[in-house]
């Protein structure tokens, strides 16, 4: 569904990203894991064209994204939840999710997929009217997935899905995860919380200052000594 080709990545004269590729099949969920400052967030954002790319393709379903603009990957069913949740904090809960669906003409499938989003996230349902700036932390998290589902995704692009909530918090979100995945979106997840990620990913990607240093399963990597030390505290 996805495959990233040889992407580089500066900031000025800062390399970020050094020639990194990897692929997510239709169906996975994928994670890249990696100590802040790896590249994770700034791969997200390249493969988004929110921010520009030195060098490097990215192909979305056998078509080539590597140049279009943000919002025509969006109408692609590309569709990223950013890192800190971002939501329209002066709107209500109900208004952010119709900003979700804003490139789609469809109300019947508007409609429906309100419905669903309510029925995954019932606090958004009892929060509707209420200004998204008032809710918690765990809330505007539910919110942000919400929102990025009512564009009708393919593939979903987590960046930080976790961080910030308190434990039961975090456990809630990574099981709406697997709901959203075995309904049938591919989600690639960036996630500082290895344990969990590893937990619930198919495959995994591992970065390092800009370089892909190690890939497998999530549970051969959960498995494995050096990685245990490294990022799982073990």
């Known amino acids: 569904m996805l495959n990233v080709k040889n992407l580089v990545v500066h900031y000025g004269a800062i390399q ?6 990897f692929d997510v099949a239709k169906g996975e969920i994928i994670t890249l ?4 400052g790896a590249g ?20 979305f379903e056998n078509t080539d994204i590597t140049s279009l603009q943000p919002d025509e990957i969006v109408k692609s069913g590309l569709i990223q939840v950013p890192e800190g949740r971002r939501v329209f904090a002066n709107l209500t809960v109900r208004e952010n ?13 508007i409609a429906r997929d309100m419905e669903k989003v309510y029925t995954l996230f ?84 591992i970065l390092e200052t800009g370089h892909i240093i190690q890939s497998g399963t999530g549970k051969s990597l959960l498995a494995d000594d050096a990685v245990k030390k490294a990022y799982l505290g073990g």
């Open 16 to 21: 970020a990203i050094r020639d990194i590729s």
């Open 97 to 109: 999710l119709e900003m979700g669906a804003y490139t789609r003409k469809d109300r019947v499938g």
């Open 33 to 36: 894991i990696g100590s802040n």
């Open 122 to 205: 019932p606090r958004l349902r009892e929060r509707m009217r209420q200004e998204s700036g008032t809710l918690s932390g765990g809330e505007q998290q539910m919110l942000a997935i919400g929102r990025a589902l009512m564009s009708s995704p393919k593939l979903l692009l987590l960046d930080e899905p976790s961080m910030g909530l308190a434990p039961i918090l975090v456990d809630e979100i990574f099981n709406i995860i697997k709901t959203i995945n075995a309904e049938g979106t591919t989600i690639l997840l960036v996630e500082q919380n290895a344990f969990k990620a590893l937990g619930i990913a198919d495959r995994a990607y």
């Open 40 to 59: 994770k967030t700034t791969t997200l954002h390249a493969i988004s064209n929110i921010l520009k790319k030195t060098s490097g393709t990215v192909f």
